[in-house]
């Protein structure tokens, strides 16, 4: 296993982005061989790299507890917000679609605390958990392959972002975040996508201001709000395109801020070890054909 930083283990709390993992297992999967049904008929290959991806991770950073954050729909309050928003995403693969619901229904069969909630992205439960979390004073990291959750960096809490390659990661936490992505704290990463914007999420931000620019902008300004505060010591070149563009900016910076106040019962997740027998996760494997994942869970359980 690399990182680019020290690899930190024994986090009170681990938060997996599950969709993250299943779009990544799937598709990685998906290239070396077309996916087909499996003897019940179903599409798995999706569930097991997750399964995968989610042993290693467990084995590689030792969390005390663990719970997994998804997606509940398509439409979330940031559409209301901006209807263009996420509007590019092409319709997922025919044998990748029901493997959303699949992986819902495997996490919870194998006791794993599982949340979602409609009007909200994954993003928004990750982002409320951790901050309880940290609140509490619990070491906390979140699996993802998105760099978003960055902006969620705290003292208590790191980011963990899955690199290409198997058991490839990037633990960033506050002290490494300013060399690996270039701002000095972590609300600055919502500062950044404002004004840079975000193609693969139809974020418009500030046209023909990319991302040297908008770093240019930050070190000397700090944030958006004493950036238009103090517009007029901005180059003149770059004035008129923020003036011009400002409802866009702060439009945008509304759509990348990831919500950290939902209200859901985590106590379970953040307080009570995960620790399923093996019935429950040979039935669990069982009604998925994917029996062959056992013996490695099982390893696990036997770890201490």
């Known amino acids: 296993m690399k990182t680019d930083q020290q690899t930190n283990t024994g ?12 779009f ?23 569930l097991q790299q997750f399964l995968r991806y989610l042993l290693d991770a467990m084995t590689t950073f ?11 729909g398509s439409k979330t309050f940031r559409n209301e917000m901006y209807d263009g928003y996420k509007s590019n995403r092409p319709e997922p693969p025919e044998a990748l679609r ?6 819902w229904e495997l996490t919870r069969g194998m006791g794993l605390p599982s949340y979602r909630m409609t009007d909200y992205e994954a993003d928004d439960l990750i982002g409320s958990i951790a901050a309880k979390a940290s609140a509490q004073g619990l070491r906390t990291a979140i699996l993802t392959g998105d760099g978003d959750s960055l902006q969620l960096i705290d003292a ?3 980011v963990i972002l899955m690199k290409k390659g198997f058991s490839q990661y990037a633990v960033v936490n506050e002290t490494g975040l300013q060399e690996y992505k270039g701002v000095r704290r972590p609300g600055q990463i919502v500062d950044l996508k404002a004004l840079m914007g975000d193609a693969s999420d139809m974020i418009p931000g500030c046209p023909k201001i990319g991302e040297k620019t908008a770093l240019l902008l930050l070190n000397q300004f ?38 950290t106040t939902i209200d859901v019962e985590m106590e379970s997740a953040l307080h009570e070890p995960w620790s399923p027998n093996r019935e429950q996760l040979q039935e669990t494997f069982e009604q998925w054909a994917m029996e062959k994942a056992a013996p490695a869970w099982g390893k696990w359980l036997d770890r201490e």
């Not at 986090?11 to 299943?22: G, R």
């Not at 990685?28 to 996916?35: I, K, N, Y």
């Open 156 to 158: 208590n809490t790191d």
């Open 24 to 46: 990544r297992g799937y598709f990685a999967s998906a290239a070396m061989r077309t996916p087909e049904p499996n003897r019940l008929g179903q599409y798995t290959n999706g």
């Open 98 to 103: 029901p493997q959303f619901e699949g992986l």
């Open 11 to 22: 986090y009170d709390v681990m938060i997996v982005d599950s969709f993250a993992l299943l």
């Open 222 to 259: 700090d944030n958006i709000d004493q950036l238009y505060a103090r517009i007029e010591e901005v180059p003149a070149r770059w004035q008129s395109l923020l003036r011009e563009h400002q409802d866009k900016v702060l439009m945008s910076y509304s759509l990348a801020s990831i919500c």
């Open 62 to 72: 030792s969390p005390k507890h663990i719970c997994c954050a998804f997606d509940a």
